[in-house]
C-alpha cells in the first residue's frame, strides 16, 4: 500500500512538472504573439481551484491531472478574428504558438539532462560475462570478456550507450567492435583466476538483426542470447535454499559446481544457464575441499505470471566487485553541455526510431506502457535518487515532446497538419473536414490509452 501510494506521489510530480512545462510553452508563445489566454488548466473536467491574473487569464486546477490545456480567444474551426484572437494571427505565428509546447518539453529534457551530467555519472562498461550457445550473439561470435566499444562506428563505453545502439538498428545486420576487457582480475582475485573469461583479440563482428522483434516484455539481451558482466561469476555456491532439491542432495555453502550434466560450467552465468534448462533430473559434479564428487538433483519448475516456466535447484552465488567494470564520468560545463545535447538527440531519435518500429510490427504493441507503468518508473527512479529521477524525468520528457508531434488531430502534430496545409495552399481545411478528422484522432487516441492501461493493468 504504502509502495502504490509512493508510487502515485511521484508520478503526481513528474507528470505535474512535465504537463506544466509544455502548456507553459504554448501560453509564453501566445503571449509573445499578442494574444488573448483566457485560461490556463492543469488537468481536465471540473475545476478544483482558480484565480485570475490582471489581465484576464484564469489559472485553473482540474480534477484529471492527465494533462492540461491552454485556451486562447479564437481558438477554434470558427475562431472570431478580432484584435487578440488566435485566428487572427498568420500561419506561421499559430504554427509557432502549436509548436512551442512540445519544444518546450524537449528543452526541459536538454536541461535535465545537463543538471545529470554536471553531477557526473557512474556507469556500467558494456563488457559481455556469457553468451547462450546457438544464440544470434554466439552466431556473430561475441564471446565471455568482450567490451563492446563501436557499434556501426558510433563509439559506445558504456552498457546503456550501447543498448541504445542497438535498439535503433533493429531489423538491420549491425557492424559491432569488441576488445578484451583489461582488468587486472588475476591480481585481484588471484584464487578466482579459473574463472576469469579470457577474450580473444580485438576484432570486427556482424551482429545480425534482420529478423529480431521485440515482443511483450522481452529483453534485448536475453534475446540476443548474452548477459553482461556486472561483476566476477565464479561458480561457487554462496547460499543453499532450506527444504531445496539442492540441500536434499546435499549441497553446501562452498561447494564449486564443475559440470552439470557433463557440460562444464566454469562461471556462474553457466550454472544458471544449464539448471534453467535442465529437465526432471541433472547430475551436478561438484568440487569440495579438493574432493570430486556428483550429486543427482531433482529441480523444481517454477512459472511467472506471463507463463514463462524454468527450472530451479534453491542454490545461490555472489557477484565478486570488479573495481574498473564501473567508472565514474566527470564532465566540465561544457562537455555537459554537449553531452546534453546529444543525449537528448538520441532519445528523441530512439523514440521516432521505436516508434516506426512498433508500426512494422519490429517492436510488439504489448510493450506500449500507460500511466500505471509511468506511475511505477517514477517511483522506482526516486527510491534510487534524485539523479535517477531527474533522468526518468527527462526520457518522459523527451516522450512527451516527441509524441505530441505525431500528425494524429488532437495532439499538436494535428493542428501543425492543418497549419501546414494552411501554409502550402492558402486556405484551412474546411470545419467538416476537420471536425471528423479530429473525432477519428480523439478515438484513435481514446482507443490507444486503453490498450496502455490494459497492458499496464496485465503485467501487474
Known sequence: MLGALWNLGCFAVAIGILVTVHEWGHFAAARVCRVTVERFSIGFGKVLWRFKDKKGTEYALSAI???????????????????????????????????????????????????????????????????????????????????????NDREVSTLAEALFALVENLGSAVTVEVRPFEAELEAQYAGYAPFIPEAPSERTLTLNLQEMTLGEGEDLLKKLGLTMMRGLAPNIVTLVQEGSPAARAGLQEGDCIEAVS??????????????ATAGSEVELTVLRAGERYRAPVYPETQCDAKGQCRSLIGVGASLIPVSNLTFHRDFTVGEALGKAVTDTAAMSLLIARSTMMLLDGTISAANISGPISIARGAGQSAAVGLTFFISFLAAISVNLGILNLIPVPVLDGGQLLFLAYEALTGRAPSARVQTALTALGFGFLVTLSLFAIFNDLRAL
Open 262 to 275: 557433463g557440460q562444464l560450467t566454469p562461471t556462474w552465468y553457466a550454472v544458471q544457464k544449464e539448471i
Open 65 to 151: 491531472p492527465l494533462g492540461g490545456y491552454v485556451k486562447m480567444k479564437g481558438e477554434g474551426e470558427n475562431g472570431d478574428r478580432e484584435e487578440g484572437s488566435f485566428a487572427a494571427l498568420t500561419v506561421w505565428r499559430r504554427i509557432f504558438i502549436v509548436a512551442a509546447g512540445p519544444a518546450c518539453n524537449i528543452l526541459l529534457a536538454f536541461l535535465l539532462y545537463f543538471i545529470v551530467n554536471l553531477n557526473g555519472q557512474q556507469v556500467l562498461r558494456p563488457v559481455v560475462g556469457d553468451v547462450l550457445a546457438g544464440s544470434v550473439a554466439a552466431g556473430a561470435g561475441l564471446d565471455a570478456g568482450d567490451e563492446i566499444v563501436k557499434v
